[in-house]
T-cell receptor, first 115, second 110 residues
């Protein structure tokens, strides 16, 4: 299957700082990517849809000014958690649709811990 | 009514057993049906996907879809300890966002 990478795999930061997470499609192009958040023992919750060359679409209840998404190229989307707080500590996962759009391939995830 | 229902388990079975994982859904517009496996602290890994009713087999895994009953299943034959993970059913409508089940935590005991 297609490969999606994320960087960093884990990050620890102080409260009030910003953290950027990168999501790359390694062997295919993705005009759309998705960002999810997953809390322990819970399922994935979609945060936003990242669209190459246009604004991201955020799910209800997700603050767009706090979770900045940039889809600068057909292989890269970034999620920036601004002014992070301990409640933002979570597992953030991105995905990209297959070329047929019938399914999605997920990155390995980024674990964020805000102290 | 939730759009997707999945028994969260946990489910614990002995090695070699046949495992049956199930999800029900309410949205008739879902076109694609997927099963993902997620190991602890890892991203979900696509196991199987299909878009039609019936069975699809891949090695020890069989995905079953019954659109009339809005019910999908994943069967694992000859289960191995390495199959211990959380299994997520997922649904999609065209190229739209995925809708996930809650995930079933499965443990295969040696």
């Amino acid at each position: 299957g297609a490969v999606v990478s994320q960087h960093p795999s884990w990050v620890i930061c102080k409260s009030g700082t910003s953290v950027k997470i990168e999501c790359r499609s390694l062997d295919f192009q993705a005009t759309t990517m998705f960002w999810y958040r997953q809390f322990p023992k819970q399922s994935l919750m979609l945060m936003a849809t990242s669209n190459e060359g246009s604004k991201a679409t955020y799910e209800q209840g997700v603050e767009k000014d706090k979770f900045l998404i940039n889809h600068a190229s057909l292989t890269l989307s970034t999620l920036t958690v601004t002014s992070a707080h301990p409640e933002d500590s979570s597992f953030y996962i991105c995905s990209a649709p297959s070329s047929s759009a019938e399914t999605q391939y997920f990155g390995p995830g980024t674990r964020l811990l805000v102290l | 009514q939730k759009e997707v229902e999945q028994d969260p388990g946990p489910l614990s079975v002995p090695e070699g057993a046949i495992v049956s994982l199930n999800c029900t859904y309410s949205n008739s517009a879902f076109q694609y049906f997927m099963w993902y496996r997620q190991y602890s602290r890892k991203g979900p890994e696509l196991l199987m996907y299909t878009y039609s009713s019936g069975n699809k087999e891949d090695g020890r895994f069989t995905a079953q879809v019954d659109k009339s009953s809005k019910y999908i299943s994943l069967f694992i034959r000859d289960s191995q300890p390495s199959d211990s993970a959380t299994y997520l059913c997922a649904f999609a409508q065209g190229a739209q966002k995925l809708v996930f089940g809650q995930g079933t935590r499965l443990t295969i005991n040696p």
